[in-house]
């Protein structure tokens, strides 16, 4: 739990920093209102989450339908291929669920503020 609580602190603090050096090039993110601020933040945060998030069927990166990659495979011997790519989809998922979570407070943050 404590080092999920330090995930969440750093990245949260790396996307502040993206907002605050994407505000000296673009002026769109150059705002004075905290809400506005912490709204980017959570934009920058669940869009690398959804970059790393690889869920649903579309998500084939590993082993394609390729008859010539299928037989380098079958070449190789002792090596579990299905194995290598489960343990991807469950990096790739734990990654993008600490980002989604690490998104939140800035969301509930941004929610209660705009509405005070």
């Known amino acids: 739990m404590l080092d999920l609580l330090k995930k969440v602190a750093l990245i949260n603090l790396t996307a502040a920093l993206v907002v605050l050096a994407l505000s000296q090039f673009f002026p769109f ?3 004075t209102r905290i809400v506005d601020f912490l709204f980017f933040v959570v934009i920058v945060i669940w869009v ?3 970059l790393m998030w690889e869920g649903g069927v579309h998500s084939k990166t590993t082993r394609l339908d390729d008859p010539k990659a299928d037989k380098v495979y079958k070449m ?3 090596h579990d ?3 290598d790519q489960q343990e991807h ?3 790739n998922y734990h ?3 600490v980002l989604f979570i690490a998104g939140l407070p800035a969301f509930i943050a941004c929610f209660v503020l705009q509405f005070l």
């Open 29 to 31: 993110f150059a705002t």
């Open 48 to 50: 690398l989450a959804k």
């Open 76 to 78: 190789v011997e002792g």
């Open 81 to 83: 291929f299905d194995k």
């Open 89 to 91: 989809y469950r990096m």
């Open 95 to 97: 990654t993008g669920l």
